[in-house]
C-alpha cells in the first residue's frame, strides 16, 4: 500500500437503515482500507439510551467513523468522548441530512445555515479527543449554492479544528422535497469540491454524491483527496473489491466471492448466537452477486421468510450453492 495516500482517500457512506455493524463488517471483507462510517447516531440516543447498542462493533470493522447528529457543543463533546473510549478512528459531525424530523431536532443540513455554531461544535469535540473530527456537509441549503456559501462555511468550521470536509456536492433543499428527493433533484456540483481544495489545501477535501463508476472515482481522485460512495457500494457491493488495489496501490490480491461466503456464514453464526436474527445479516448481502447467473436464486434465497426464520447460518452457503461455480470467484 502507498502510505502517502489520504486514509480517506475511499470512504463508504454513512447511511440510515443500512450502514449497520453487519453491513460493515461485509463491506470490510471486501475492502481492507475503504474507510467505514455507522450510520448517524444522535446524542440523544448516546445521552439518554443503550449506548452498548448503538456503539458495539467488530474490531474487523477499522478503520471506522461514528456519525454524530447534533447541535449542542457539550452533548457533541460528550459522545465524541464515547466514541473515542469504544474505540472508533474518527468522528463525524452530520451538517447534511435534510429530513424533516432531523430538522426538528435542529442539526443536519440546516445547521449550515450557523456556520459558527458548527465551529463551536467541531471545536468541543476537537479539545476533547484525539481523534479526527470530520464534518460531512452539503454544498447549500435551499436555493443558496453559491461558491461563496460553501467556501465561507467551510473556512469557519476550519477555524474550530476540522481539517477533513466531506461535500456531498448537491444543495439540500430543506422544504418540498424528500430526503430521496435531495439526493437526486439538487444539481451535482462537483466542480465546488475542486475548488474547496484550490482554495483550502491544507484540508482534506472528500467528495461525495452520484460517483457510481470506477470512472467517475477515478476522475474525482484527480481533484480532491478523496471520495465517498453510497448507494452504488451497497446495492453493487463487489465493487469494493476494486478499491485496494486500484486507489491504495495494493497488491494483495482482492478476496474470492468464495471467501466472503464463508466468512459472512461464519459471521452470521456469531451473530446468531449473540441474539441477532438471520435476516439482519442476509439482507445486507443480496447485491454479492449482481450482474452473474444465479443472481436471482441467491437474492430469492436469502429473502425466503421461512427459511431465514430457521435461523441457520448456512442458509448463506446453500444461496451461493445456486450460483454458476466457475464464476463465483470472478
Same mark, same amino acid.
Given at each position: ?24 463488517? +461485509? ?211 463487489? +465493487? ?48 454479492? +452477486? ?41
Amino acid at each position: 500500500m502507498d502510505n502517502s495516500l489520504s486514509p480517506w482517500r475511499f470512504c463508504v457512506a454513512p447511511m440510515m437503515d443500512w450502514t449497520d455493524r453487519h453491513c460493515r463488517f +461485509f463491506h470490510r471483507q471486501l475492502s481492507r482500507h475503504a474507510r467505514l462510517y455507522t450510520e448517524m447516531v444522535t446524542t440523544g440516543a448516546l445521552i439518554h439510551g443503550d449506548v452498548p447498542r448503538h456503539l458495539d462493533f467488530d474490531p474487523a470493522e477499522h478503520p471506522l467513523a461514528l456519525q454524530l447528529g447534533g447541535s449542542e457543543p457539550d452533548d457533541l463533546a460528550r459522545c465524541a468522548r464515547l466514541a473515542e473510549r469504544w474505540g472508533y478512528d474518527e468522528v463525524n459531525l452530520n451538517c447534511g441530512c435534510p429530513s424533516e424530523r432531523v430538522q426538528r431536532g435542529a442539526f443536519g443540513a440546516c445547521l449550515m445555515a450557523e456556520p459558527a455554531l458548527v465551529r463551536d461544535c467541531v471545536k468541543a469535540m476537537a479539545d476533547a479527543v484525539a481523534i479526527p473530527v470530520t464534518v460531512k456537509h452539503r454544498i447549500g441549503i435551499d436555493r443558496v449554492d453559491s461558491y461563496d456559501f460553501v467556501r465561507d462555511f467551510v473556512g469557519t468550521v476550519a477555524d474550530g479544528g476540522a481539517a477533513v470536509f466531506i461535500v456531498h456536492a448537491r444543495s439540500a433543499w430543506l422544504k418540498g422535497l424528500s430526503p430521496k428527493e435531495n439526493r437526486e433533484v439538487p444539481p451535482l456540483r462537483y466542480g465546488f469540491a475542486a475548488r474547496l481544495k484550490a482554495d483550502f489545501p491544507r484540508l482534506t477535501i472528500v467528495l461525495n454524491g452520484g460517483l457510481a463508476d470506477v470512472a467517475a472515482v477515478d476522475a474525482a481522485l484527480a481533484q480532491v483527496d478523496g471520495v465517498m460512495v453510497g448507494r452504488h457500494a451497497y446495492h453493487e457491493p463487489w +465493487f469494493l473489491a476494486e478499491v485496494d488495489r486500484r486507489w491504495f496501490a495494493d497488491a494483495q490480491a482482492a478476496p474470492a466471492r468464495e471467501a466472503v461466503v464463508a466468512a459472512m456464514r461464519d459471521y452470521a453464526a456469531r451473530a446468531l448466537a449473540a441474539g441477532a436474527p438471520l435476516r439482519a445479516v442476509t439482507r445486507h448481502l443480496l447485491g454479492l +452477486f449482481q450482474g452473474l447467473p444465479g443472481a436471482r436464486a441467491w437474492r430469492r434465497t436469502l429473502s425466503d421468510s421461512g427459511a431465514l426464520a430457521a435461523g441457520d447460518a448456512d442458509l448463506i452457503l446453500a444461496a451461493a450453492a445456486q450460483v454458476r461455480a466457475p464464476r463465483l470467484a470472478a
